[in-house]
Each structure stands twice: as structure tokens, then as C-alpha cells.
């Protein structure tokens, strides 16, 4: 589903005809563990790595981007895979998974950060900018970038793709438990702070391991009988 999605769009027939195949090979192995007697004692866990939102034409901002972050004083490079930045480049912009990547090779002033940040957020599709300081809450390092740009819902910024995942909105995704001592029916809202880092933590204390100190997450207790 992630390259059809990408390829063809979170609405079209493409990505339901793979979610069906989805679907049906899911189906497969719920049978294999009904007919193996193993069902009751397995864990099953049904969840993905992001959403997709629909890229409609005219709301791929790869061009904007590039166009607000050309001013006189500093040198921009937008750089993709395999690109070598040039000696004297001061700004550097990258196309992330996510969002986009704004990284100072050189120092700049806060008052020209300030007008990257304002012409950034100028753009319309352009949902957020955050700083380093909100990059690191957000959990992600903090060499990662010195300014990050979240699109708002249906927009991208490859020139190529139908669907993409480039803002917060395709964070939220499903997270499905079936399990011995799990509740039965719970539903527990999106705003609830569950994260997919808290499933290997909790997988490990369903199987009555340890849980080392490097571990992120937490257990999710509040799934338990």
C-alpha cells in the first residue's frame, strides 16, 4: 500500500485494491493461528508507520519552498539523495519523509531566522515551522535540522507523487491489540499520548521480560484486564 499510495494517491481505486489484498492476507493469518489452536495465546498487533493524505495538483510546495528561502544575503542549496552540498553554501533545504529540513551550514542572525521563518509560514499550505527547541520535544535529535516545515493536511512537496506523509496530520495511525489479559472492545481516543514506540515495551512485559533502560516507550498498563 505505501508505494501505491505514493504513486497513485490516498483516494484512488489503486490503494483500496491493495488495502483489500491487505485485508484478505491479514485474514489468512488469523485462520493459520485459528487452525494451528494458537489463536487464543497470540498476540496480534495491527498498526502502520504513518498515514497518507491525497496530493492534489497545485499543492506540491517544493517550489515555493525553494523560492521564499532565495534571499540575497544567503546562499541556498536544495540538495535530494546522492547531491554534495557546495563549499560556500550557507542554507541548505531537504526534502524529509516528513516535512521539510532547513539546515544552517553557517551561522545566521536571529533576525534573519526570523524572516526564513516568516516567509516560510507565508506559504499557503504551509501548516507550521518549528525551531530546534520544539524539533527536540517533538523527540527527534536535534542535529536533524535548525528549522522544520510541517504542511498543512493534502499538500506535498515531491513534484511527482499522489500521496505523501509530509506533515503532522499523517502521524496519527491505527493501533489494533488482540491478546491474552488484553480488555476486550477498549477504544482509547486519538489525544490519548500512545505512541508506537510504547509496543515493544509492552510486548516485552506481556511476554514477562525485563525492559532495558534503553528502551523508549512505556507500557501501555491501561490496555490490561
Known amino acids: ?17 491493495s488495502m483489500k489484498r491487505v485485508d484478505r492476507n491479514f485474514g489468512k ?12 495465546n ?14 492534489e495538483e497545485g499543492k506540491r510546495l517544493g517550489d515555493a519552498i525553494t523560492n521564499v528561502l532565495t534571499i540575497p ?7 535530494s539523495s546522492g547531491m554534495v552540498p557546495d563549499l560556500d553554501t550557507d542554507l541548505l533545504w531537504f526534502h524529509m519523509v516528513t516535512g521539510a529540513a532547513i539546515v544552517y551550514r553557517n551561522p545566521i542572525s536571529s533576525e534573519q531566522e526570523d524572516v526564513l521563518i516568516q ?22 535529535h536535534p542535529a536533524v535540522a535548525d528549522l522544520w516545515v510541517n504542511l498543512a493536511d493534502g499538500y506535498g512537496l515531491a513534484s511527482v507523487e499522489m500521496g505523501g506523509h509530509a506533515s503532522i496530520f499523517q502521524q496519527s495511525v491505527p493501533l489494533i491489540i488482540k491478546g491474552p489479559g488484553i480488555k476486550s472492545g477498549l477504544v482509547i481516543e486519538e489525544d490519548s499520548g500512545i505512541r508506537t514506540v510504547d509496543i515493544v515495551p509492552t ?17 501501555l498498563m491501561e490496555i490490561f484486564e
Open 1 to 17: 500500500p505505501d508505494a501505491v499510495g505514493h504513486q497513485r494517491g490516498g483516494k484512488s481505486q489503486e490503494i483500496a485494491g
Open 29 to 40: 493469518l488469523i485462520d493459520a493461528l485459528k487452525e494451528l489452536g494458537i489463536y487464543e
Open 42 to 55: 497470540s498476540v496480534v498487533i495491527l498498526t502502520a508507520d504513518h498515514g497518507m493524505t491525497h496530493i
Open 73 to 79: 544575503e544567503l546562499k541556498m542549496q536544495y540538495l
Open 119 to 140: 516567509r516560510l509560514t507565508s506559504i499557503e499550505g504551509v501548516h507550521s515551522v518549528w525551531g530546534r527547541e520544539r524539533i527536540a520535544g517533538q523527540g527527534m
Open 203 to 219: 510486548v516485552l512485559h506481556m511476554m514477562g521480560f525485563d525492559i532495558p533502560e534503553t528502551v523508549d516507550g512505556r507500557v
